[in-house]
């Protein structure tokens, strides 16, 4: 079945570093890939997701890149702030946006300092 | 905006009752919803998926008599954990799913804890 792994928390960095958060994934076809973000006390939001080998999606200074030849989906920021701490959860879904159900990885724990 | 609410954010049970956890899209309907569950430091795990007006669809190992799932209107649907044991303490998380956008809006997780 289906499966994304990310890596394990929690990830401190220093305000205004650059930050990376790996996810690979295993899943038959082309799913569409998703990063989720969890603020404290708060619901799930969609922060970034693509389609299609090779897309990029990108929000808030967020990217990640789909790349199928190493089934990744790695989140990277090139400077975080305080702000952005939260619990990062990579996806993956077989319908395109997302309108099935989630299989998700296990969340990654950010914490920033300033 | 897209909200979902749950209620409650916390229940605490004694073993062998029953808990409903109620999950309502706030400003736009739903047709499909979905209820996952969380563990400690584990993935969220999609439980199943809640039709308006029709019968839930269950993951492989989810017990649909365990875990009664009731759609009956476009705003809300409920979760019933039935005859509570703690090894069903977790984090139970729900989704709505936006049409128009084809989109999935969370709520804030309801935390059960079973005695």
């Known amino acids: 079945g289906d499966s994304v792994t990310q890596m394990e928390g929690p990830v401190t960095l220093s305000e205004e570093a650059f930050l990376t958060i790996n996810c690979t994934y295993t899943?038959?076809?082309?799913?569409?890939l998703f990063w989720y973000v969890q603020y404290p006390g708060e619901g799930l939001q969609l922060l970034l997701k693509?389609?299609?080998?090779?897309d990029k999606g990108s929000n808030k200074g967020f990217e990640a890149t789909y790349r199928k030849e190493t089934t990744s989906f790695h989140l990277e920021k090139g400077s975080v702030q305080v702000s952005d701490s939260a619990v990062y959860f990579c996806?993956?879904?077989?319908?395109?946006?997302?309108?099935?159900?989630?299989?998700f990885g296990k969340g990654t724990h950010l914490i920033i300092q300033p | 905006g897209a909200v979902v609410s749950q209620h409650p954010s916390r229940v605490i049970c004694k073993s062998g009752t029953s808990v409903k956890i109620e999950c309502r899209s706030l400003?736009?309907?739903?047709?499909?919803m979905f209820w996952y569950r969380q563990f400690p430091k584990k993935s969220l795990m999609l439980m199943a998926t809640s039709n308006e007006g029709s019968k839930a669809t269950y993951e492989q190992g989810v017990e649909k008599d365990k875990f009664l799932i009731n759609h009956a209107s476009l705003t809300l649907s409920t979760l019933t954990v039935t005859s509570a044991h703690p090894e069903d303490s977790s984090f139970y998380i729900c989704?709505?799913?936006?049409?128009?956008?084809?989109?999935?809006?969370f709520g804030p997780g309801t935390r059960l804890t079973v005695l």
């Open positions: 693509a389609t299609k080998a090779d």
């Open positions: 996806a993956l879904s077989h319908s395109g946006g997302g309108a099935d159900g989630l299989t």
């Open positions: 899943a038959t076809g082309y799913p569409s």
């Open positions: 989704s709505a799913r936006k049409g128009e956008k084809n989109e999935q809006f």
């Open positions: 400003d736009f309907q739903a047709t499909t």
